[in-house]
């Protein structure tokens, strides 16, 4: 098992999360975040005075998956949130040992479909 942990922009979330239910990936975690990247500063305008903004919201996508949908789910990613423009995110994959669905006591793969 794989967890996939995708920084998209907010206004991506949608079709992501449209792409990996029609690819048979439905279940997912959403935080929304800030952080910065490559992304240089913008300005916004606060109560009539330009603030130099350094932190971009961003939201986090966490995602178990099984081996077999590793690829499938980071394509749907890829598809789905990139703008090819700067700042459009990162995916990290980490191993995952285990997983155990508390209302029946299932662990492994079975627990995550």
């Known amino acids: 098992m794989k ?3 995708a920084i998209i922009r907010p206004s991506k979330l949608k079709a ?3 792409g990996l239910k029609a690819a048979g990936i439905p279940c997912n975690t959403v935080i929304p975040v800030k952080g910065s990247g490559l992304q240089k500063t913008y300005t916004e ?8 903004m350094i932190l ?4 986090m ?3 178990i998956v099984s081996d077999d949908n590793l690829e499938t789910a ?15 995110g ?3 994959v980490y191993h995952v040992e285990d997983a155990i669905r508390i209302r029946t006591r299932t662990s ?3 627990a995550i479909k």
């Open 3 to 5: 967890k996939i942990e």
């Open 16 to 18: 992501v999360q449209l």
């Open 45 to 52: 305008r606060y109560r009539g005075t330009e603030q130099s």
């Open 56 to 59: 971009q919201t961003r939201i």
């Open 61 to 63: 996508l966490i995602s």
């Open 74 to 88: 980071i394509e749907v990613i890829l598809d789905n949130a990139s703008e090819n423009l700067v700042g459009d």
């Open 90 to 92: 990162k995916i990290f």
């Open 108 to 110: 492994g793969i079975e």
